[in-house]
């Protein structure tokens, strides 16, 4: 692979965990630092490609893991980022040697990793490199994984029904059934090793966020007060400000914007679970219900795998039920979500809450339904709804309330207070990124750092 000359500023490596959610963010901010004068190379896992060709500007570097079919499949998800990391390791060390040596004169910078693929630092501090770490995640939810190492793990993993609705000491808002892993049943000494890589900043020079001051200034704060002396930038929202190339690793259906135009203004309730989560088929056909009692037009993104232990598409849905919806549902596959969002004819998102769409819905000012499925997105589902309250959890039974909660956030007042208060959210954020933003600050100090290491 040749490498593209640098506009200006130098030479960036950038290293995305091959998920969906990790690999949006991480594209970019490729874009961001690529508008400020840097050449762009995407180190990535070859079973989870990008798309190159939507990055004409970037070199893509694939990293030849060798992971099997039984590794790809892990369902433990915690486990499968210690496989993925250590089957990376050797093989990044050996393509960013080589792709060095093909123009010595091309510097490398600085590595910037997803700090789920912790082992590009420990390349970059092997081959004498700076590397910068990108959280993807909420810095509430960081602030609540780090914290499960000084709590009792007998009590919170798996989560005693007693302790479910205390708070946690020294977390704002947080219970302790809104920890990022309260309901893992995986083994705790994979948990406790991610924990320990993903906790520390090691030799890498600074943080940065995908978020901003504003939403998240107190959790903000406590990292930086818990890191005195290290660089943090939150950057975010990090779709704001990049251009406006495709990052998604599934084909988009476009053909749902041309049904959201023939719907009224703020009268749609999209639905996307994001890329990985999963159901079982009878959690799809309470949903399925749920959206079709609630007489409101929704836009519903079916994943293929979106049953759990199935490939099919649509083929779980009840007999007779897309005659039951015609003209007032559309389903699709999969959608351009930050399209969709933007649409005046989506008033609200019924979501898993992953950090990604939580931004993009904020952005927009639409007001959301959260079923956070795992991770991160129990507590950003606690944000939307109780700190932030712009939006409606799911908590006890999850689909059976569907109905009931689409009708109070798309009919009832409270629903209208919800839109308001999202609506001012996208203002401040807005602020953020517009010159003399904190966001906009952020990159150009950021750029800075780099320049300087």
């Known amino acids: 692979m040749e490498i593209q000359e640098a506009q200006g500023h130098g030479h960036l490596v950038l290293v995305p965990y091959p998920l969906q959610g990790h690999m949006t963010p ?15 190379t995407i180190a990535h896992a070859k079973f989870k490609s ?50 060095i040596k ?3 004169q091309s510097r490398v ?10 082992c590009a630092e420990a390349v970059a501090s092997n081959m004498k490199l700076p590397s910068i ?10 602030i609540a994984y780090c914290a499960i190492l000084n709590l009792p793990l007998e009590d919170c993993i798996p989560l005693k029904e007693s302790i479910s609705q205390e708070l946690v000491p020294g977390l704002h808002s947080i219970r302790f059934k809104d920890l990022p892993a309260s309901n893992y049943f995986g083994d705790l000494k994979d948990l406790l090793n991610l924990l320990g890589h993903v906790s520390k900043i090691k030799t890498s020079s600074a943080v940065l966020w995908n978020s901003v001051d504003y939403l998240e200034h107190d959790s903000l704060a406590q990292f930086q007060q818990q890191n005195e002396g290290k660089h943090c930038f939150s950057i975010g929202p990090l779709h704001g400000m990049a251009p406006t ?62 049953v759990r232990g199935s490939a099919e598409w649509i083929e779980h849905l009840p007999e007779g ?27 609200g998102f019924l979501s898993h809450c992953g950090w990604n769409s939580t931004l993009e819905s ?87 750092l780099i320049l300087s290491l």
Not at 110 to 118: A, G, K, N, Q, R
Not at 134 to 140: H, N
Not at 259 to 281: C, F, H, P
Not at 379 to 396: D, F, P, Q, T
Request: contains cysteine.
């Open 50 to 99: 990008p798309k190159a060709f939507d990055h004409p500007d970037f070199n893509f570097l694939p990293v030849a893991e060798n992971l099997s079919e039984h590794h790809i499949a892990n369902k433990d998800r915690i486990a499968q980022v210690s496989i993925i990391n250590t089957k990376c390791e050797a093989p990044l060390q050996e393509s960013l040697t080589n792709l």
């Open 362 to 448: 904020i952005c927009e000012g639409v007001p959301m339904i959260c079923r956070p499925a795992f991770g991160d997105q129990k507590v950003n589902s606690r944000y939307i709804s109780y700190v932030w309250k712009m939006g409606i959890a799911l908590e006890n039974g999850f689909n059976r309330n569907i109905e009931t909660a689409i009708r109070r956030l798309m009919q009832d007042p409270e629903g209208q207070q919800m839109r308001q208060k999202a609506a001012a959210l996208k203002e401040k954020v807005k602020l953020s990124i517009d010159k003399g933003g904190t966001s906009y600050n952020s990159v150009n100090n950021l750029v800075e």
């Open 245 to 306: 190339a495709s990052t998604s690793l599934l084909t988009e259906d476009t053909d749902c914007i041309t049904w959201l135009d023939k719907q009224a203004t703020n009268s749609v309730i999209y639905v996307s679970l994001g890329s990985v989560a999963t159901m079982e088929e009878s959690e799809l056909i309470e949903m399925a219900w749920g959206l079709a009692n609630s007489e409101q037009p929704f836009l519903w993104v079916v994943r293929p795998g979106l």
């Open 26 to 40: 991480t594209l970019q901010l490729a874009s961001i630092l690529h508008s400020k004068g840097f050449s762009i």
């Open 109 to 118: 910078n600085c590595i910037i990793y997803d700090t789920v693929m912790y």
């Open 133 to 142: 770490i990108l959280r993807t995640s909420s810095a509430s939810s960081f």
């Open 321 to 347: 039920y897309l005659e039951t919806i015609q003209g007032r549902g559309c389903i699709v596959k999969w959608a351009p979500q930050k399209e969709v969002l933007a649409h005046g004819a989506v008033g």
């Open 102 to 104: 093909q123009k010595p």
